[in-house]
T-cell receptor, first 115, second 113 residues
Framework: EAQVTQNPRYLITVTGKKLTVTCSQN?????MSWYRQDPGLGLRQIYY???????DKGDVPEGYKVSRKEKRNFPLILESPSPNQTSLYFC??????????????FGPGTRLTVL | AQSVTQLDSQVPVFEEAPVELRCNYS??????LFWYVQYPNQGLQLLLK??????LVESINGFEAEFNKSQTSFHLRKPSVHISDTAEYFC???????????FGTGTQLKVEL
C-alpha cells in the first residue's frame, strides 16, 4: 500500500530535550515536506526536500533541522524543543517538479507537546 | 507570492442541508487549486482539485467546487450534507509544475442532527 508513515504519533517531552520525528514514504517520491498545523493558522511549511541531499527552508524553519540521506526518509529534528513548538506535525511527499498531477500524500500526523 | 483566504473558521449546518465553504486566493500567475479534508484525529486527504479544463470539479462523495478566475475563488459546495462530513476542510494552491502547497487557515464543518 502506498503510504507516508510517521513516528511517533504522539510525543510529550520537556524543554531542551532533543527529539526526532521520522517520516518515510514507499512511493519513490522525490519531493518531501514537513508542515506544522496550529489552530487558526492552517498548515505552514517548515522544511522541504527536492531530492536526496537537497533540502531548503520553508516558511517557519526556526528551531528545526532536517536531513535527506535516503530518498524514502525525511526526519524532522528538534535540537532544543521549546513550548512554542507544541503542534501537530505532518510529513508529505509527491513526485516532484514538472509533474502537473503532482498530488501530495500526507502522513497521519505527529502530535507533539513540549512542557 | 500566493495566498489563500478561508474567511469562515467554523460552519455549523444541519444534516441534509446544503453547505458552501468559501475559498479565495491571490496570485499573480495561474495556480492549481485543491481542497483537502481532515477527519477528526486523521491526516489530510485530497478531496478534489482543479488543474485545467472544466471549471466545475466533483469528488466521489458529493462535494463539488467551481473555479472562478474573475472572482479568484474556489468555493466548495455540497447540496445535502451528512453527519460523516463533519471535518476540517482546507483550501490550498500551488504553481503548475511546482511542489509547494500554500494552505488556507481551514474551515471546521460541523454537521448536526
Amino acid at each position: 500500500e502506498a503510504q507516508v508513515t510517521q513516528n511517533p504519533r504522539y510525543l510529550i517531552t520537556v524543554t531542551g530535550k532533543k527529539l526526532t520525528v521520522t517520516c518515510s514514504q514507499n512511493m519513490n517520491h522525490e519531493y518531501m515536506s514537513w508542515y506544522r498545523q496550529d489552530p487558526g493558522l492552517g498548515l505552514r511549511q517548515i522544511y522541504y526536500s527536492m531530492n536526496v541531499e537537497v533540502t531548503d527552508k520553508g516558511d517557519v524553519p526556526e528551531g528545526y533541522k532536517v536531513s535527506r540521506k535516503e530518498k524514502r526518509n525525511f526526519p524532522l529534528i528538534l535540537e532544543s524543543p521549546s513550548p512554542n513548538q507544541t503542534s501537530l506535525y505532518f510529513c508529505a511527499s509527491s513526485l516532484g517538479s514538472g509533474y502537473d498531477n503532482n498530488e501530495q500524500f500526507f502522513g497521519p500526523g505527529t502530535r507533539l507537546t513540549v512542557l | 507570492a500566493q495566498s489563500v483566504t478561508q474567511l469562515d473558521s467554523q460552519v455549523p449546518v444541519f444534516e441534509e442541508a446544503p453547505v458552501e465553504l468559501r475559498c479565495n486566493y491571490s496570485s499573480s500567475v495561474s495556480v492549481y487549486l485543491f481542497w483537502y479534508v481532515q477527519y477528526p484525529n486523521q491526516g489530510l486527504q485530497l478531496l478534489l482539485k482543479y488543474l485545467s479544463g472544466s471549471t466545475l470539479v466533483e469528488s466521489i462523495n458529493g462535494f463539488e467546487a467551481e473555479f472562478n478566475k474573475s472572482q479568484t475563488s474556489f468555493h466548495l459546495r455540497k447540496p445535502s450534507v451528512h453527519i460523516s462530513d463533519t471535518a476540517e476542510y482546507f483550501c490550498a494552491v500551488r504553481f503548475p509544475g511546482g511542489n509547494k502547497l500554500t494552505f488556507g487557515t481551514g474551515t471546521q464543518l460541523k454537521v448536526e442532527l
